[in-house]
């Protein structure tokens, strides 16, 4: 059987980490929904920005819309709304059979109103209410101004894909901001059934910036070098376990079954940037130790096509949770404090999806300037 199939078969859902009208209009998503079983799409700005400002697929929509008067910020948002309309379009019917588990397309709130609460909720409401379908999530920051909009997000009934959390006190922040926005509307009589939730948490990333300080520890000998070669790689999928700890606590009490008799998903995990990006690890570094029913793993393209050919499946994610924890531990044994990386990468991952956007706005403003000079 296909690998990226037989994950489903385990119970995890399939992303891909891409979107971009060319692979809706030649057929390629639908294709992968059907040979691969594909259960979802997520965007981030730089995707957006490598499918609209590195491809001609939306001239003719960029200068109609220009012709229509829209600024820059409104063509953007007019092109990822109907991209991400037509990818949720094509995973209708996944969502139905599923009753919600699966079939998502995510569409993120812009990247500069990563510490704005007020204006996220805002934004939030504003791209729910345009997108119109079920089976979309509105991706909001984990920072900390993201969290009380998560909760708010949650009270007015829209589901959110938590994106950028790296750290273990951040993502059960986030779990806890989901539970409250549930809680209330529960008080409220509301109903919870329509509402889902993902927690995006990063991996690559923490191991990009991890490993260079267990080369250094390893380079200057003594008794701990050996040690620290050893945790190389390791830190991004153990943090993902302590995460899966995490979630278990959080949805796995009597606090959520409460909600849950209530009609209640809880927010399952999603792992993302799981893309390597060391030569030095396989393509499915990230893909195989966090198999595990009730999660989501998002690939990009080239991660998705090397699980099709070497993936071996199989239910790891409850595998080593102890010695996961230990490896944690002994990396702060030997002076790395993973809070303070990851609050830089937090840092770093919003900048990061900041500097594509704004690059894909000039690009619609020259292409703008140049239908207006005819």
Known sequence: MNPLKRLAQLGQSVYLDEIGRGMLRSGDLRRLIDEDGLHGVTSNPAIFEKAIARSHDYDEAIAALAGEGLEVVEIYETLAIEDVQDAADLFLERYRASDGRHGYVSLEVAPNLAHDTAGTIAEAHRLWARLARPNVFIKVPGTVAGLEAVERLTRDGVSVNVTLLFGLQRYADVAEAYLKGLEWRADQGLPLHAIASVASFFLSRIDVAVDPELDRLAAAGGARASEAAALRGRTAIASAKG?????????????????????????????????????????????????????????????????????EPAPRLDDDLEAAAAQLDALADLGIDLDAVTARLEDEGVAKFVQPFDALLDALRTAVAKKAAG
């Open 243 to 311: 995460a899966w700890q995490r979630y278990q606590e959080a949805f796995g009490g009597e606090r959520f079954a409460r909600l849950a008799a209530l009609g209640a998903r809880p927010q399952w995990l999603l792992w993302a940037s799981t893309g390597t990006k060391d030569p030095a690890y396989p393509a499915t570094h990230y893909v195989e130790p966090l198999i595990g029913a009730d999660t989501v793993t998002t690939l990009p393209r080239e991660t998705l096509d090397a699980y099709r050919a070497q993936g």
